[in-house]
Structure formats: structure tokens, C-alpha cells
């Protein structure tokens, strides 16, 4: 059903500012620099061997920039949200609307590299909040174009994104969504007696969802 996880999102204020940064970090170049005007956003993309992480902005109006300036109105610049990937979008529509849940239009998008005029095409299922968990997350699947690999990558070049941390105060219906609808293996379910916590880690396309519950009985479970 899902065979990747797509892409990481980062919201930063500062796009150019940000890109500098993250160059310095990962030791490639972005691989791509685009905007999405009808979302009122723009973006810079560094690509990996099992991924690919988005720098995203917010340059004008629609619902990606409210997106993002809420994110970091609230919590900071900072991970946004995790995109899973298939390539049979339409029968994973069908199997999350047989299982009774309520689905919106998908939605197509398209991408032009600033760079050289290239585009990418895609189309995008954004999900309830019974499947994301309170994490903004959604599926998409790739139709035309492509994203430019890194050249080279250096020795001291970060190659690949080994895995992403996400808490929750509810592990069970991570593994009821990740695991049993979403079929990501669960590779690990284990109860770490030095931290008092129980991870869990999801792999896929050789990068691993990292699930930590920190269990809060005050709150109603949000992610």
C-alpha cells in the first residue's frame, strides 16, 4: 500500500537563509528550487539515496503559506510533516473509503524548477485527522518528471536521512494506522527501561519512522 516515505517537510521563515544552512549541514546542493503558486508557497529540495527533504516557505497566499506560517507561529521553524508515497494512489483512496474513512477530492500539483524551467507533476490524498494523528501528513504519488539526484556526494557528504522521530502518547494506534492499514512494517516494538519509554520503529525504503510514546493521561491523544 505505502512502498516509501516520500519526503520530510521543514518550515523555515527564510528559504535563501535556510538553504545556506542546510547545505552546509548535508553537504550537497538542493537539488531543486521551485514555488507552488496557487499554495502560496516555495521550496528548495535536497535529494538522498532513500529520500528527499523539503525546505518550505511561505512567498504569497493560499493554504500551504497559512500552513506554514501557522507551524511556525506555533511551534518554531522545525519539522512540519512526514509525505508517504505509493504508486497506486486511487486503490489506496478505495481501501481508506472501505474502511469508512472520509476522504477529500485529491488534489494534482505541479512543480517548476527555477532553475531550468523542468516540472514535475503529482497528485496528493490529504487524510482525516484519524489517520494523521495530529501530524500534518498526507500521500501522494509521482506522475511526470523527476527530482534530480545529488552529482556526487562527497566522503564527508550526508548521504542518506537514517530516520525520523515522532512522539505520541498513544503507540497502539500508530501500529493500528502505520502498521495495519498503511501495511509499514514494524520492525521494532520495544519498552526501554533506561528511558521509561516504548518506541517503535516503522521502516520502509531503507528509512525508519521512529514512534516514541510519552504517555500523558491529562490529554486527549493528538499525534
Same mark, same amino acid.
Given at each position: 500500500?505505502? %512502498?516509501?516515505?516520500d519526503h520530510l517537510i521543514v518550515a523555515v521563515n527564510n528559504l535563501e537563509e535556510a538553504e545556506q544552512n542546510y547545505q552546509k549541514i548535508f553537504g550537497i546542493n538542493p537539488s531543486w528550487r521551485g514555488h507552488h503558486k496557487e499554495w502560496g508557497t516555495s521550496n528548495s529540495l535536497f535529494?538522498? +539515496?532513500?529520500?528527499?527533504?523539503?525546505?518550505?516557505a511561505a512567498t /504569497?497566499?493560499?493554504?500551504?503559506? +497559512?500552513?506554514?506560517?501557522?507551524?511556525? %507561529?506555533?511551534?518554531?521553524?522545525?519539522?512540519? /510533516?512526514?509525505?508517504? /508515497?505509493?504508486?497506486?494512489?486511487?486503490?489506496?483512496?478505495? %481501501?481508506?473509503?472501505?474502511? /469508512?474513512?472520509?476522504l477529500p477530492s485529491q488534489s494534482n500539483g505541479e512543480g517548476i524548477n527555477t532553475n531550468n524551467n523542468s516540472k514535475r507533476s503529482w497528485v496528493n490524498q490529504f487524510l482525516p485527522i484519524e489517520l494523521?494523528?495530529?501530524?500534518?501528513?498526507?500521500i501522494i504519488q509521482h506522475k511526470e518528471g523527476h527530482?534530480?539526484?545529488?552529482? !556526487?556526494?562527497?566522503?564527508?557528504?550526508?548521504?542518506k536521512l537514517d530516520h525520523v522521530v515522532i512522539k505520541t502518547n498513544d503507540a497502539d494506534s500508530f501500529i493500528e494506522i502505520y502498521n495495519k492499514i498503511?501495511?509499514?512494517?514494524?520492525?521494532?516494538? !520495544?519498552?526501554?527501561?533506561?528511558? %521509561?519509554?516504548?518506541?517503535?520503529?516503522?521502516?520502509?525504503?531503507k528509512t525508519i519512522i521512529e514512534v516514541i510514546e510519552e504517555k500523558d493521561e491529562s490529554e486527549t491523544p493528538a499525534r
Open positions: 500500500m505505502i %512502498k516509501t516515505l535529494s538522498f +539515496q532513500n529520500t528527499y527533504l523539503e525546505l518550505l /504569497g497566499e493560499g493554504m500551504g503559506a +497559512q500552513l506554514v506560517k501557522n507551524k511556525i %507561529k506555533n511551534d518554531g521553524e522545525g519539522l512540519m /510533516g512526514i509525505v508517504l /508515497g505509493t504508486d497506486d494512489l486511487e486503490a489506496v483512496r478505495n %481501501k481508506l473509503i472501505a474502511l /469508512g474513512y472520509s494523521t494523528r495530529g501530524l500534518f501528513s498526507f527530482l534530480p539526484e545529488a552529482m !556526487k556526494f562527497s566522503d564527508n557528504a550526508v548521504k498503511f501495511r509499514i512494517r514494524l520492525a521494532l516494538d !520495544k519498552f526501554i527501561e533506561t528511558w %521509561k519509554r516504548r518506541i517503535l520503529f516503522f521502516k520502509l525504503n
